[in-house]
């Protein structure tokens, strides 16, 4: 089946620091890719996303490479802010059957402290 | 615009009690969703509705009752509801149901956190 799996957190970093998020996930076919993030007391915003093979997503910063190869899409960013602490939810959209469906990770936690 | 209302924010209701959430976005997208988000978890999908009809329920007890009255409105209505029901309900859209091709992201609102006493 689709499947998608986070690092479990929570990640703390200080202020600054090289953040990586690992996401590896189990699809028939190619996915779409995707990062939401949801910050306390929100709704998810979509990050960034990624639809073939090599597509590198950006926004704010953060970045994530899809890589068929390892079926992964980590997400990184070079220098972590506090305003950055926020739930992070790997997801994707399979390429076959399931249209509709988002299939999202367990979530990430980050907290970055000054 | 890339927004998503939904109303009211925080809603607290009884077992017995009937209410509605309600979602609206004027982005012209055509699928509409409702995800159920318990705390510490991923959003699960509750509903799909492309072109105003209902095209995904995954498996959702009937005491949630969704409509779609028109291309902007989504509509949850809640009925005897039990306090596991509790939980923050998100609404999204996207251009369309497919999700999976460029300009089709969905897009979320910032939910209805829901309480059952």
New interface residues.
């Given amino acids: 089946g689709n499947s998608v799996t986070q690092m479990e957190g929570p990640v703390t970093l200080s202020e600054e620091a090289f953040l990586t998020i690992n996401c590896t996930y189990t699809a028939t076919g190619y ?2 890719l ?1 990062w ?1 993030v949801q910050y306390p007391g ?5 990050l960034l ?1 990624a ?1 073939k093979a090599d597509d590198k997503g950006s926004n704010k910063g953060f970045e994530a490479t899809y890589r068929k190869e390892t079926t992964s899409f980590h997400l990184e960013k070079g220098s972590v802010q506090v305003s950055d602490s926020a739930v992070y ?1 790997c997801a994707l ?3 076959v059957g399931n ?4 299939i ?4 990430t936690t980050l907290q970055v402290k000054p | 615009d890339t927004e ?1 209302t ?1 109303t009211p924010k925080h809603l607290v209701m009884g077992m017995t009690n009937k209410k509605s959430l309600k979602c609206e976005q004027h982005m012209g997208h055509r ?1 509409m ?1 409702w995800y159920k988000q318990k705390a ?4 699960e ?1 509750m509903f ?1 509705y ?1 072109y105003e009809k209902l ?2 329920n995954e498996s959702v007890p009937s005491r949630f009752s969704p409509e779609c009255p028109n291309s902007s409105l989504l509509n949850l209505h809640l009925h005897a509801l039990q306090p596991e029901d509790s939980a ?1 309900y ?1 609404c ?1 859209s996207s251009q369309g ?6 300009g089709t ?7 209805t956190r829901l309480t059952v006493v």
């Fill in positions: 996915p779409s995707f939401y929100e709704g998810l915003q979509l996303k639809t939810f959209v399979p390429r249209t509709g469906k988002l999202f990770g367990q979530g | 998503v939904q699928a969703y510490k978890k991923p959003p999908l799909v492309s095209s995904i923050l998100l999204a149901r497919m999700l999976r091709t460029e992201e969905a897009f979320f609102g910032q939910g």
